[in-house]
């Protein structure tokens, strides 16, 4: 059985640009939660979609969105990009009635 | 509000030493709770976990916890340490099922010294 797969694994952007990270998940996991995780900040919420609606949003501004499409697969979009954007971006996914998320290899955001 | 804290960001043992790496939690519900540990440039790995059947959870790679509802801790332990365990993990609680909020603690980075 396939894990979570998160594409591109690397990324440098430009300040002020956006950027579109994937995430396929687990074959039947309906459910898909997204992780900024930085140094100094440690792993932070970003949100969870559950048959293609945002069930859970962390603290972050609205320059971070995502959507869910109905094969379960999500994106994550950040726009106007900024320094502080640089991050491991981390997908997980839950089957429906399951307890723990099952993650993926991340995404290395750059941002320069 | 759910909250997790790790004592110690680093903590060194010896091959063979017991690991010991401590979590406590806040949670205005019984908890879902677990262990996840990390490799470099890695995603995070599931340890073991706890969703109220038995209070002392085996997990892989050796490690165990223990929940104790009146500490409000869920510590995990190994008997001895190998080198391959030198990882960050990381404990979490989640109030819901499934891909509900999960919440992290700051981490552990531990240290496996020959």
């Known amino acids: 059985k396939a894990g979570v797969t998160q594409t591109p694994r690397y990324l440098i952007k430009t300040r002020g640009q956006q950027v579109t990270l994937s995430c396929s998940p687990i074959?039947?996991?309906?459910?898909v939660s997204w992780y900024q995780q930085t140094p100094g900040q440690g792993l932070q919420f970003l949100f969870e979609y559950f048959s293609e609606t945002q069930r859970n949003k962390g603290n972050f501004p609205g320059r971070f969105s995502g959507r869910q499409f109905s094969n379960s697969r999500s994106e994550m979009n950040v726009s106007t990009l900024e320094l502080g954007d640089s991050a491991l971006y981390l997908c997980?996914?839950?089957?429906?009635?399951?307890?723990?998320?099952?993650f993926g290899q991340g995404t290395r955001l750059t941002v320069v | 509000a759910q909250s997790v804290t790790q004592l110690g960001s680093h903590v060194s043992v010896s091959e063979g030493a017991l690991v010991l790496l401590r979590c406590n939690y806040s949670?205005?519900?019984?908890?879902?709770l677990f262990w996840y540990v990390q490799y470099p440039n890695q995603g995070l790995q599931l340890l073991l976990k706890?969703?109220?059947?038995?209070?002392l959870v085996k997990g892989i790679n050796g490690f165990e916890a223990e929940f104790k509802k009146s500490e409000t801790s869920f510590h995990l332990t190994k008997p001895s340490a190998h080198m391959s365990d030198a990882a960050e993990y990381f404990c979490a609680v989640s109030e819901g099922r499934g891909g509900f909020k999960t919440i992290f603690g700051a981490g552990t980075r531990l240290f496996v010294k020959a």
């Open positions: 074959s039947g996991h309906r459910s």
């Open positions: 997980a996914s839950s089957r429906e009635g399951g307890a723990e998320a099952f």
């Open positions: 949670s205005s519900v019984p908890p879902y």
């Open positions: 706890y969703t109220s059947a038995a209070t």
